[in-house]
């Protein structure tokens, strides 16, 4: 059975940062292609960044240059480090199989304020 499990998500000012890390169980890891998505109060689940198994990363324009997307295939996990953080970076935060979508984790809460 898959399992996706999100975790890091916390309460920081603008300016900082975060790592979110998300373990997946259930799937051949290291040949997925992993991403992380968001979803913001009121709004649809977003794209921000993904990975390939051979490490090429691609995200979305409104967090390049700030975030990276990485991965560990030894513990099946991939991370998500956020800097520069900005208010409009707050939502909740997922990571999933970006070819083959699995059943959604229950996320990770990033709010950045001050």
């Known amino acids: 059975q898959v399992q996706l499990v999100e975790s890091g998500g916390g309460l920081v000012q603008p300016g900082g940062s975060l790592r979110l890390s998300c373990v997946a169980s259930?799937?051949?890891?290291?040949?997925?292609?992993m991403a992380w998505y968001r979803q913001a109060p009121g709004k649809q689940r977003e794209l921000v960044a993904g990975?390939?198994?051979?490490?090429?990363?691609n995200y979305a324009d409104s967090v390049k240059g700030r975030f990276t997307i990485s991965r560990d295939n030894a513990k099946n996990t991939v991370y998500l480090q956020m800097n520069s953080l900005k208010p409009e970076d707050t939502a909740v935060y997922y990571c999933?199989?970006?070819?083959?979508?699995?059943?959604w984790g229950q996320g990770t809460q990033v709010t950045v304020s001050s």
């Open positions: 999933n199989d970006l070819k083959n979508p699995k059943t």
């Open positions: 990975i390939t198994r051979g490490g090429f990363t």
């Open positions: 259930g799937i051949i890891f290291n040949i997925t292609t």
